[in-house]
């Protein structure tokens, strides 16, 4: 089991573009519910099943597992929960952080997300100038809530 800590901010402009090609991401969730999500990822031709658990505070556990691309694609298509998340992920190193920039697509689309994973809740950040307000306890901004009220429907 491993322990998943994140941050996320809204990102400001898109500087962060020319430091990363960025790759399509497609998912889905056969659960939503607070106190446990499970995902389904494609990317590329690989595949993952997620399972996140809730902790405290903006600690969670996660499980991860590779799946074959073939029955991703099929949970994808037949069993997740509509509609998908698809989004392009840019992967930017800053420092000895990678921040994970998420352009959304579909229901999504104009929905900009920046992500990093660290060691300790209370550790410093050096937050580059792309990145805007900390969004980390709005839960709307989480993808399995974004299935539920995509970002198109928020007025």
């Known amino acids: ?10 990102v400001t402009n898109h500087a962060y573009r020319h ?11 056969l659960s939503v519910e607070p106190e446990r999500v499970i995902r389904i990822r494609a990317v590329e031709k690989k595949a993952t099943l997620t399972i996140k658990a809730m902790g405290k505070g903006i600690t969670r556990d996660e499980y991860e597992y590779e799946i074959p691309f073939s029955d991703a694609r099929d949970l994808l298509a037949n069993v997740c929960i509509q509609p998908l998340i698809e989004k392009i992920r840019y992967c930017v190193q800053v420092g000895t952080l990678t921040w994970e920039v998420d352009e959304f697509l579909g229901e ?10 660290i060691e300790n ?7 580059p100038d792309w990145v805007g307000e900390e969004v980390t306890h709005d839960l709307r901004y989480y993808n399995n809530h974004l299935v539920k009220n995509p970002y198109k429907n928020w007025g």
């Open 19 to 29: 430091l990363d090609k960025g790759k399509l991401y497609r998912q889905g969730f």
């Open 1 to 10: 089991m491993g322990k998943e800590i994140e941050r996320k901010f809204l």
């Open 108 to 117: 999504n689309r104009g929905l900009i997300i920046a992500e990093v994973e």
């Open 121 to 127: 809740e209370s550790d410093p950040l050096d937050v």
